[in-house]
């Protein structure tokens, strides 16, 4: 049977919970164990697929399609285990599900309430079969002790510690440790009243995870201990590493992985960790041969969260080619302000990517951006909507189509990009319906596209099928393939059926690729993403001309 290790935070928000989730899950990966992560989120909302990205960050696609929180593209990355839509919850999804049965009448009459129904539903999740050979679930629960829309969730792994074999569960609390740099101290009080607030409502951490500014004095380690009841050896500290990728290896310097097998009676019998890939990605890192500026062009420049698995792709991809990635992060808009602004800004950059973005604010802009960098041969990545530019851009440009645009931004006579059911002739084998995200019809999830021999796409690939994860409702319309293939900019990439079109890509430009599937979704750092490999390596290139 599988053991359960499951991480909570306290104090504040954003320290990390799903970057030690991962990191951990790659630890004892690293020993020989196969592990699943899975996330419960306390928010209403069924999933944040219609959640802000200012507010709520990337919505991380799994290869099923679910719409998912962030966190679970740190646990791909880490670990390389694919999630699905069974590894994230929300109380959304939970209450949905209890109305839904209650109307149905499965509960028999019965009165529903949140014990024990919203914590049976919240552990028949935690519970459900990972997979076989798994040896750890690590399950991370969202948001801080004390939130009271968190209270069912801590409720219900209360439960968990008290249902499930002795020895196989274990409970980390991730904390604050402030440094009061006015004062010289180090405060342990905040913790103290964190770890105070879990075990009043059941929960004695086994592990404190301290996220410190400095190391943590021995007098402090020792209170904490003490007030927390816990051993010295189980409050570990977590500074802030070098990189992301450093995580695993700091966290096992300070024995984070020993005290957590301990914790389940393994840490004598438990195979030593092999951390040589970890140890090579945070070299490359850290020793590059030199380094890249690369434009972000988007609409949510504004939170780089919202761009997460972007960003790492990126890294990756300079990972692959042992350089340095630098980002220059800009709103579509200021292209549309000041015209001047474009040649300040992209004329000595490396490469220019254009993201993924929904709604026509910023995109003149990054139609712009489309243009400058075909003008003066810089290398050009468009994900997704960054495609859709390029192709409006060549409509508009080159194949005299003044009137080419998206029917997402209003209504237009010349609809390069369209939604899917205007079409797609009804091929349900191409589109799945999502509920109401959105606004209708998203095509989320993993699609198989065919790549034209020859291609440069098919160059970066090694073949000519392949297939990536997708988020979207609106695709280039394939009317106009020979307008706009008689600028130059070719469809290399088809759905199955020849209907949808995935790939674009210019044969007279050292660099130009518009994809309309994300693939940063699925670019891991000891298995980085060609399209980025080579989007890096292009940039490279460049580098040694300006």
């Not at 904390?175 to 105070?196: C, D, N, R, W, Y």
């Not at 979207?472 to 008689?486: G, K, S, T």
């Not at 890509?505 to 690729?513: A, G, I, Q, S």
Request: net charge negative; proline share 5%.
């Amino acid at each position: 049977m599988a053991r359960y290790i499951f991480i909570t935070g306290g104090v504040v928000s954003s320290l990390g919970k799903g970057l030690a989730s991962a990191a951990l899950g790659a630890l004892l990966q690293a020993r020989g164990y196969q592990v699943r992560l899975r996330k419960l989120d306390p928010y209403l909302n069924v999933d944040p697929g219609t959640m802000s990205p200012f507010q709520h960050g990337e919505v991380f696609v799994t290869e099923d399609g679910a719409e998912t929180d962030l966190d679970l593209g740190h646990y791909e990355r880490f670990t390389g285990v694919n999630a699905t839509r069974g590894d994230n919850i929300t109380t959304g999804q939970i209450y949905k599900t209890i109305i839904e049965k209650e109307r149905r009448g499965d509960y028999l009459g019965a009165t529903v309430q949140v014990i024990p129904h919203v914590t049976g539903e919240i552990k028949d999740f935690v519970l459900a079969d990972p997979g076989e050979g798994v040896d750890f679930v690590l399950v991370e629960v969202g948001g801080t002790v004390g939130d009271i829309e968190g209270l069912p969730f801590f409720e219900a792994i209360r439960q968990l510690g008290q249902e499930l074999p002795r020895g196989h569960a274990c409970f980390i609390h991730l904390t604050l440790l402030p440094f009061i740099k006015t004062a010289g101290e180090m405060k342990t009080k905040p913790t103290q009243h964190s770890v105070k607030e879990l075990r009043s409502i059941g929960i004695q951490p086994d592990i404190l995870l301290c996220r410190a500014e400095i190391p943590i004095p021995e007098g402090e380690r020792k209170k904490l201990a003490l007030f927390c009841n816990v051993r010295p050896s189980a409050v570990i500290q977590a500074l802030d590493s070098e990189n992301i990728y450093a995580v695993p290896l700091d966290y096992h310097e300070q024995g984070l992985d020993t005290e957590v097998l301990d914790v389940f009676g393994m840490k004598d019998t438990a195979p030593a960790p092999d951390l040589t890939r970890w140890k090579d990605i945070a070299h490359r890192l850290s020793h590059p041969d030199g380094e890249v500026n690369i434009a972000v062009v988007g609409k949510y420049t504004g939170l780089t969260d919202a761009y997460k698995s972007l960003v790492e792709a990126l890294v990756h991809g300079g990972v692959a080619n042992n350089l340095r990635v630098r980002l220059d992060w800009i709103e579509g808009e200021a292209f549309e302000r000041d015209e001047d602004m474009i040649a300040i800004r992209l004329a000595g950059t490396h490469g220019v990517l254009v993201p993924g973005a929904f709604g026509e604010r910023g995109s003149a802009g990054m139609i712009r951006a489309v243009q400058f960098a075909r003008e003066h041969q810089i290398p050009y990545f468009g994900i997704c909507f960054g495609m859709q530019m390029a192709m409006i851009e060549a409509a508009r440009n080159l194949a005299g189509i003044e009137a080419a645009s998206s029917t997402e931004f209003g209504p237009t006579s010349e609809p390069i990009v369209g939604l899917m059911t205007e079409w797609t002739r009804g091929n349900d084998r191409e589109v799945r319906q999502e509920g109401d995200n959105l606004g209708g019809t998203m095509r989320c999830g993993s699609y198989e596209a065919i790549l034209l021999e020859g291609s440069k796409a098919a160059e970066i690939y090694g073949g000519v099928s392949i297939s990536e994860r997708h988020r979207h409702r609106y695709e280039v319309n394939i009317d106009y393939r020979d307008r706009i293939e008689a600028t130059g900019l070719k469809f290399t990439g088809l759905s199955p059926n020849g209907v949808l079109p995935e790939i674009c890509e210019r044969m007279d430009h050292p660099w130009f690729v518009g994809v309309q599937y994300h693939p940063e979704l699925k670019s891991r750092p000891f298995d980085p993403h060609p399209l980025f490999a080579s989007f890096i390596g292009a940039a490279k290139e460049r580098s040694r001309m300006v």
